[in-house]
């Protein structure tokens, strides 16, 4: 039972490349959420998506969209990133209101 | 003014002290309060939940909310090294976290 899968793990960035970063839950959860970490500030939602076929915007959405392609997976996609946009990037599947985090993709921007 | 704050330290403590952990927060909805420890280059993991004024127990960890106050607290009695982690308090509005505070317990 792998729980929450993200990849890649790791990625470094020109400015201005896009990418997407997935996310797979085997879980069978409706909801799934992405979000930012960045040191002294916690996590920051990003996007949401309550259901499959549904996404919503969080606290920082700009820069960034997502697709909830199917119940299992749930993809954020930078379409030319930016400095500010290097963090720790987390994705979590969420039943009822226990969070169940991967274990992050460290994206730098440079 | 973010929904849920929380001082992000640094503390560190002696092993077998008490550690506590605080979050404000200013929305009267939320209705869930929960911890998760952050081991380091991990994902969270959920600690413990409440949804009620009042304290809850479990082992070495309590959780107390005051609602009325809009704060909750976290305390580890007989804090361990294997304690040492970064603990963040959410709540149930879109799941919002707070800072998170890095604990650092010395043996």
């Known amino acids: 039972n792998a729980g929450v899968t993200q990849t890649p793990k790791f990625q470094v960035l020109k400015t201005g490349q896009s990418m997407t970063l997935q996310c797979a839950q085997d879980?069978?959860?409706?909801?799934m959420y992405w979000y930012r970490q960045d040191p002294g500030m916690g996590l920051r939602l990003i996007y949401y998506?309550?259901?499959?076929?549904?996404?919503d915007k969080g606290e920082v959405p700009n820069g960034y969209n997502v697709s909830r392609l199917n119940k299992r997976e749930f993809s954020l996609r930078l379409e030319s990133a930016a400095p500010s946009q290097t963090s720790v990037y987390f994705c979590a599947s969420v039943r009822n209101t226990e969070a169940f985090f991967g274990q992050g993709t460290r994206l730098t921007v440079v | 003014q973010k929904e849920v704050e929380q001082d992000p330290g640094p503390l560190s403590v002696p092993e077998g002290a008490i550690v506590s952990l605080n979050c404000t927060y200013s929305n009267s909805a939320f209705q869930y309060f929960m911890w998760y420890r952050q081991y380091s280059r991990k994902g969270p993991e959920l600690l413990m939940y409440t949804y009620s004024s009042g304290n809850k127990e479990d082992g070495r960890f309590t959780a107390q909310v005051d609602k009325s106050s809009k704060y909750i607290s976290l305390f580890i009695r007989d804090s361990q090294p294997s304690d040492s982690a970064t603990y963040l308090c959410?709540?149930?509005?879109?799941?919002?976290f707070g800072a998170g505070t890095t604990v650092t317990v010395r043996a």
């Open positions: 879980m069978n959860h409706n909801s």
């Open positions: 998506s309550a259901s499959e076929g549904t996404t």
């Open positions: 959410a709540m149930n509005n879109k799941l919002s």
